[in-house]
């Protein structure tokens, strides 16, 4: 069965930083483009991140460039998000999604598979 597990969420103070991971199982993990969206409370879930399957491109939203990185180990079957200078905006579950497309895309409708999310919550 695929499995997407996210870990590293918490708590953190404005200005901080945090490391996510998101540990999968159950397909070719490097034969798919991995992807980062969040869903602040309150709001629709966001598009933040993608890294193509090789690492080598990757695209952001506007509202981290510059301060989160996404990267991925296919040994391991992992994909990261390096949050740096978190704000209180940034308060979310933030997912990761899987894409075997071969388009780069920002659409969540392009993800097949989902985690179920890790908490992050920002204090000011």
């Known amino acids: 069965q695929v499995q997407l597990v996210e870990s590293g969420g918490g708590l953190v103070q404005a200005g901080g930083s945090l490391r996510l991971s998101c540990a999968t199982s159950g397909f070719t993990f490097s034969g798919y483009a991995m992807g980062w969206f969040r869903r602040p409370p309150g709001k629709e879930r966001e598009f933040i991140a993608r890294?193509?399957?090789?690492?080598?491109?990757?695209v952001y939203a506007d509202s981290v460039k510059g301060r989160f990185t996404i990267s991925r180990d296919n040994a391991k079957s992992t994909v990261y998000l390096q949050m740096n200078i978190l704000k209180p905006e940034d308060t979310a579950v933030y997912y990761c999604a899987a894409d075997a497309g071969q388009i780069s895309t920002k659409r969540e409708t392009s993800y097949e598979f989902w985690g179920q999310g890790t908490q992050v919550t920002v204090s000011s």
């Open positions: 890294v193509s399957r090789s690492g080598v491109t990757t």
